[in-house]
């Protein structure tokens, strides 16, 4: 099997771990080839607590689905996550010294840079910096500037900001799990690529993501991320409410919830009565699901109005309004019967349950027909999507591929699919280079393309990150 076909997206969850493997088929749909999952034991509200029992989990995980795949996995597409995650909006200027030429990714790269500089609190490191809307010379509502005139170029930014220290710590699993990082992406914008369409970001929609340690909120609108969130609540606090509610362990907790548990107390009549077997002998344990409901009914509602209140702090004050494509449920959390309509209730806005198979082509799509695997399936997107974007630079420009020996002239062409592409350097023609044990492939690539810009600043932040990482060695 061509290894560079091969998409590998890993979510290190609360609950549990997920690999998922897949690729392209000869239709251009995603196939998934393999599913690995495994408990987590060392991440407590997305946050890596234990790095050896990570570790363990994430190897576990990796050659399950490597097994079902059938190939080896050496390199994996990582989403962050956890409550220590926060947004900020930002401005940001240049003022161009030369405004007779048109705007280049150069520019933008600029502004970027400029964002990239901010000041963040001890101890945070930018995980994400997304434009939003440009300004060019005060003329707004710009969402490509490429190839415009102007002397001043402003841009309003979403900027993502997570703990240094935890962000060291999930890419230190991963490294010492033997796999390589090709990718870094926050998890509701993964969740959100897998279970949104197009037209509900360009409608305005808000997604909740609910997992096991926290609740991730992400709003859009226009087609644009316009404001991320982490709640610390998850299912798994639900859970914790029902173990200390009907004095049982933790096992048949997440047992009754899932078989049993309804966000709506109303659904169960005061006769219905489930059994739970005694510990060592002890007498089983009666209770009523009514009074199960009520457990659950007052923690969900004390997770949607902390997200509701977030939609609305955000600048929503209409949210019905302005949500024109409603509320998105996803994640395990949203698995609870009657949550729809719960929030529904509470927020007055329509709601659906986001599933990931949408994307996803044929018989596989049954395999992650469960709202748990969104952020899985979207990892596993945007690891598809760099295998094309590396895949198109090779077949857009096929003549401009050379090896180059150290400190000699151009040679030979190389062959196209043993090229891996990353960003490293800049000129009036945007260059890519990778250095081997003695040659350096060069790529050229036209300014101007779309790809050219995302990966631009995703290879700087991969390469930025690697090199964070490696300083804890």
């Not at 956890?82 to 705007?103: A, C, F, L, M, W």
């Not at 107390?265 to 009565?273: A, C, F, S, V, Y």
């Not at 060069?442 to 690697?466: H, M, W």
């Amino acid at each position: 099997m061509n290894r560079e076909n091969i998409a590998v997206g890993l979510d290190i969850g609360t609950t549990k771990i997920v690999a998922m493997v897949g690729k392209r088929n000869e239709y251009g749909k995603l196939e998934i080839l393999g599913i690995g999952n495994a408990k987590s034991l060392g991440v407590k509200r997305g946050v890596v607590n234990n790095i050896t029992q990570t570790i363990q989990s994430i190897q576990q995980a990796v050659a399950q689905a490597s097994t079902e795949a059938g190939c080896k996995i050496t390199d994996v597409v990582l989403g962050i996550a956890g409550q220590h995650i926060r947004s900020i909006h930002h401005q940001e200027y240049i003022t161009r010294d030369k405004p007779e030429t048109v705007i280049s990714e150069v520019d933008i790269e600029k502004l970027i840079g400029q964002v990239q500089k901010l000041n963040m609190l001890p101890g945070e490191e930018i995980i994400h910096v997304l434009p939003q809307e440009f300004k060019v010379d005060e003329e707004g509502g710009i969402k490509e500037p490429i190839g415009m005139y102007g002397r001043r170029l402003e841009a309003s930014f979403h900027v993502v900001v997570g703990q240094s220290a935890s962000i060291r710590n999930a890419g230190r699993c991963v490294k010492d799990a033997g796999l390589d990082l090709s990718g870094l992406t926050l998890e509701p914008l993964a969740s959100a690529d897998s279970v949104l369409s197009k037209e509900e970001k360009e409608a305005g929609v808000a997604l909740i993501d609910i997992g096991g340690g926290t609740t991730d909120l992400a709003i859009f609108k226009d087609g644009i991320i316009r404001h991320t969130a982490v709640i610390p609540f998850g299912g798994n606090v639900i859970t914790e409410d029902i173990k200390e509610g009907c004095s049982i362990i933790e096992k048949q907790a997440e047992q009754l919830k899932i078989r049993f548990g309804s966000a709506w107390p109303g659904e169960n009549k005061d006769n219905e009565i489930v059994s739970i077997p005694g510990l060592r002998g002890q007498e089983a344990k009666e209770i009523s699901l009514k009074n199960l409901s009520k457990i659950i009914h007052a923690r969900v509602v004390e997770i949607i109005d902390m997200v509701f209140s977030e939609i609305k702090a955000y600048g929503y004050d209409n949210p019905r309004k302005k949500l024109i494509a409603g509320i998105v449920l996803t994640g395990g959390g949203s698995e609870l019967k009657h949550i729809k309509q719960l929030v529904e209730y509470i927020t007055g806005i329509d709601t659906r349950i986001g599933f990931p198979n949408e994307h996803i082509s044929g018989e596989s799509a049954k395999l992650v027909s469960r709202p748990l695997y969104a952020t899985a399936v979207g990892l596993m997107m945007e690891s598809d999507i760099n295998n094309l974007r590396s895949r198109l630079y090779v077949q857009e420009h096929p003549t401009n591929i050379k090896i180059q020996p150290k400190a000699e002239p151009l040679g030979t062409p190389v062959e196209a699919g043993k090229v891996d592409l990353h960003i490293n350097t800049i000129s009036d023609k945007a260059q890519q280079v990778e250095q081997t044990d003695n040659q350096e492939i060069q790529v050229d690539v036209e300014p101007g393309t779309s790809a050219y810009i995302e990966n631009r600043f995703l290879g700087k932040f991969i390469k930025k990150f690697k090199d964070f990482i490696d300083k804890a060695e």
